[in-house]
């Protein structure tokens, strides 16, 4: 005797004696079409609410992810001439003695907060600055740049809430 047909066997005289087949056996037809459309219905109302529902949900914050950054892309683009503008030599060297005192005070005029500085051994300084907007940031190197400042490495984190830290190193003279 085949093994699948022993167990269908079983199987199916345990379908048989169901409580649940009987009563359903035992119900109008009208009713099992009423009974039939209702799991259908909620069926469909499960694949909505678990499956199209949520991938819809992340389709859409993949789409303002993805609008944000088109936005970012555009304001870097526009932005890239002044940027390119700003790599020129300095026409103004600044005592390396005087760099802490010339960066702080044009960090306190363009109305950003200097979270720490460090000196480095080359008369070179570190610096890291409170999240502040990326223009306010972009104004502040253009007066560094100005006043002879050189800037040699630049670390920038963008925050949540559109706002950008910055971790610099900042060297006098050309």
């Known amino acids: 005797m085949n093994t699948l047909t022993g167990l269908s066997q079983p199987l199916a ?13 035992a119900l109008a037809p ?50 890239a001439p002044l940027a390119r503008g700003l790599q020129g030599k300095p026409k103004v060297s600044v005592d390396p003695a005087r760099l802490q005192g010339l960066v702080t005070a044009a960090a306190v005029q363009q109305g950003l907060t200097v979270e720490r500085l460090d000196s480095e051994g080359d008369g070179g300084l570190q610096v890291s600055l409170q999240p502040a907007p990326f223009a306010q940031l972009l104004r502040w190197f253009g007066v560094l740049e100005s006043q002879g400042v050189r800037i040699g490495e630049a670390g920038l984190d963008r925050n949540a809430d559109g706002r950008v830290a910055a971790r610099l190193t900042l060297h006098a003279g050309p």
């Open 30 to 79: 009208r009713e099992r079409l009423a009974l039939s459309v209702l799991a259908l219905f909620l069926l469909a109302a499960l694949l909505y609410l678990g499956l199209w529902r949520p991938a819809e949900q992340s389709r859409a914050v993949a789409r303002s992810y993805f609008e944000q950054q088109r936005e970012l892309h555009a304001y870097l683009e526009a932005q």
């Open 13 to 25: 005289l345990r379908l048989e004696k169901s409580p649940l087949l009987q009563r359903w056996r």
